[in-house]
């Protein structure tokens, strides 16, 4: 019988659990089934993204960095595309190291907590 919300015990989780999806109570994260419920527990996956590969990126591939945070910059990487062939091959060189620069400092002033979301 699954136990109501009242029931749950009021034990909190240690640094190394996570509270089963099915009945609230705390297992070992590496936990397969819950020991309390038996209820197999849904695999979670996180790719968490990491603030130097995104510096790095924006050094060597200007505003193809944004790619690697596409879900919130994407915008960001179609207006530096879009400059950067409108405006011709007079003004490239100079808008691709604009680009470059503004790509640096874009990533680099981010918190890593930023990157640990993706």
């Given at each position: 019988m699954?136990?109501?919300?009242?029931?749950v015990?009021?034990?909190?989780?240690?640094?190394?659990?996570?509270?089963?999806?099915s009945c609230?109570?705390p297992i070992?994260?590496e936990?397969?089934?819950?020991?309390?419920?038996?209820v197999r527990?849904k695999?979670?996956?996180?790719?968490?993204k990491?603030?130097t590969?995104?510096?790095l990126?924006a050094?060597?591939?200007?505003?193809?960095?944004?790619?690697?945070?596409w879900?919130?910059?994407?915008?960001?990487?179609w207006?530096?595309l879009?400059?950067?062939?409108t405006?011709?091959?007079?003004?490239?060189w100079?808008?691709?190291?604009?680009?470059?620069?503004?790509?640096?400092?874009?990533?680099?002033?981010?918190?890593?907590?930023?990157?640990?979301s993706?």
């Amino acid at each position: 019988m699954k136990k109501t919300k009242k029931e749950v015990s009021k034990r909190t989780k240690e640094a190394d659990e996570i509270y089963c999806h099915s009945c609230g109570e705390p297992i070992k994260k590496e936990a397969e089934i819950c020991v309390h419920c038996g209820v197999r527990q849904k695999e979670i996956i996180r790719s968490f993204k990491n603030k130097t590969t995104a510096i790095l990126l924006a050094i060597f591939f200007s505003s193809f960095t944004w790619l690697y945070t596409w879900k919130v910059d994407y915008w960001k990487f179609w207006i530096a595309l879009a400059i950067s062939f409108t405006l011709g091959w007079v003004l490239f060189w100079f808008l691709i190291f604009a680009i470059w620069i503004w790509a640096i400092v874009d990533v680099a002033r981010r918190p890593q907590s930023f990157y640990e979301s993706f």
